[in-house]
């Protein structure tokens, strides 16, 4: 079956590469993947939430998300390290769980 343009085997690789970098509680993907309108060279959007994650671990991930799973770029962002009520609702509402 394939969701937001991945298969499930290709979203749980991207999901075990995030989760070599520190421990998640959750990984969520949002963005134009989550709400289906996404093109073949769309980014990936995803929202790492996790106690231990720094912002250089989020960089560190896309580093790693972008070597592997090269030509798609990635954005990663910490949703609790961010003041933007309007993203973290957004990823609460159409995103969806790739690991939690």
């Known amino acids: 079956m394939t969701v ?3 298969s499930e085997d290709r ?3 991207i999901a075990l590469t995030v989760r070599s970098v520190a ?10 993947r989550a ?6 060279g769309s980014d990936v959007d995803l929202a790492v939430e996790g ?6 671990d989020a960089e560190h991930a ?3 998300l972008e070597e592997r799973f090269f030509p798609w770029s990635f954005d990663v ?9 309007a ?3 957004h990823i609460e509402r159409v995103g969806f769980e790739i690991a939690s």
């Open 51 to 56: 106690s231990a994650w720094t912002l250089a």
């Open 77 to 85: 962002v910490l949703p609790f390290a961010t003041a933007n009520g």
């Open 87 to 89: 993203l973290s609702e």
């Open 62 to 64: 896309k580093e790693l």
């Open 23 to 32: 421990p998640v509680d959750r990984i969520v993907v949002f963005g134009s």
């Open 11 to 13: 979203w749980r690789d």
């Open 4 to 6: 937001g343009g991945f």
């Open 35 to 40: 709400k289906g309108n996404f093109r073949e």
